[in-house]
């Protein structure tokens, strides 16, 4: 179980360091739905990490 909870912490770092990437102004005034866009660039930055 400890395993798996350190795994989980990771990939939520990961996720948050993608996010806070994104997080930008020019961003934020770009995309009409923005929490969709991010969600797109989360995936794509952890596949990226990961491959």
Do not use: H, P, W
């Amino acid at each position: 179980m400890e395993k798996r909870s350190q795994s989980d912490q990771g990939i939520k770092l990961m996720v948050k360091m993608c996010r806070s990437e994104f997080e930008r102004m020019e961003n934020k005034d770009y995309y009409e739905d923005y929490r969709t866009a991010e969600r797109k660039f989360v995936k794509f930055c952890l596949l990226k990490k990961i491959g």
